[in-house]
């Protein structure tokens, strides 16, 4: 198994997970908040025609994770899954003959290679969902949009290989910055977004034992700096500040490889 960020803060997000077994290869994608042109440049540029993509796994509604999905799938004929909430706050968006294939938000199921694992999450979205993506040997666990860490949460990213975490802001920068004051507590908020901390939380309450990689990802411009996700992260594993990557707005993060 292989993935890659292809750009993750407010601006959008999409990531590219990837599974072989023999000559079979098996694409999806998490998210897709750019619009079609820069998806499909991101997409040429980390060697991936769109029309390889064997589906498009919707998290939520918001507009930095949906905002291209529909467009993409259209274009080249790939299936979107999503939570029958998410669907019905998005019916409108929908294109006539695009595959739209409900999911539920406690139940696996496959997709090509792929066994996917949604999982439910607290954010202020009609029914979202983050994902554990599990290639019959590899776990990786995507984590974002979520203003706490819950028991099920920590349960679903327990023995992952890899995690791509959100750490969305300092609470400090974010009290100091220049937004709305309802924005601010929107975002600190339970149904908001993890701060740094909080992130250190959810890794600190997950078993381990397994994980080789982790990304730090839906960082704010604004209200945080990676090295402060970093530093924050890294006590928690025993690992250096520079071991945690980062994904980043414009350009994500490269292929990682797991079990190469």
Known sequence: MRYTSLGSGSEGNALVVEAREGTSVTRVMIDCGFGLREIERRLLARGIEPSSLNGILVTHEHGDHIGGVFRLARRHGIPVYLTTGTREAVSARIPEGMTAICCDSHSAFAVGNLLVQPFPVPHDAREPVQYVLHDGQWRLGVLTDLGEGTPHVHRMLSGCDALVLECNHCPDMLARGDYPIYLKYRIAGRF??????????????????????????????????????????????????????????DAGFDWVTLGG
């Open 192 to 249: 908001g977004h993890l701060s740094n901390a909080a992130a250190a939380e959810v890794l600190r309450a997950v078993d381990r034992s397994r994980l080789k990689f982790l990304h730090a990802a839906h960082l704010s411009k604004k209200n945080n700096v990676p090295q402060l996700a970093r530093a924050a992260l890294a006590p928690v594993l025993g690992w250096q500040p520079e071991d945690i990557g980062v994904a980043d707005q």
